[in-house]
């Protein structure tokens, strides 16, 4: 079997995570957040819309991480993304990093914004 290391480029991956908080390039960042291509961000949850849609420009889909299980999206959080034609797909926190890593190993434009377990 051939195994290759995963090159990121310049973008951040998540390293782990584990009961409120999230390990982001060798530092542990505790509670909600967002990450994008670009670096980390505090993120203030469902009702701070604005840290995601100021990247937005930078992104096709965003992954939200609703915790241990997976949440039905409030519906005007769920709006604002639709409005601005930005792809929304929430999953539970542990899929999210694991979608999120893979997809950005690819290059594609992606984000998570993540609610501990």
């Known amino acids: 079997m051939r195994l290759n290391e995963i090159d990121y480029n310049d973008s951040v991956p998540i390293e782990g995570y584990g009961p409120g908080f999230f390990r982001i390039a060798g530092e542990r960042v505790d509670g909600p957040i967002a990450l994008f291509p ?3 961000k505090p993120w203030g949850g469902y009702d701070d819309i604005a840290t ?5 420009d930078q ?4 992954f939200v991480g609703t915790g241990a299980e997976i949440a039905h999206l ?10 601005a034609h930005i792809g929304v797909e929430p999953m539970a926190s ?5 979608t999120y890593n893979v997809l950005l190993s690819e290059g594609r434009r992606v ?5 501990p377990v």
């Open 59 to 62: 992104v096709d889909v965003i």
């Open 94 to 98: 542990p899929a999210a990093c694991r």
């Open 38 to 40: 670009s670096g980390v």
């Open 52 to 56: 995601l849609l100021d990247m937005a």
């Open 111 to 115: 984000a998570v914004a993540l609610i």
């Open 74 to 83: 409030p519906a005007d959080f769920r709006k604002a993304f639709d409005d």
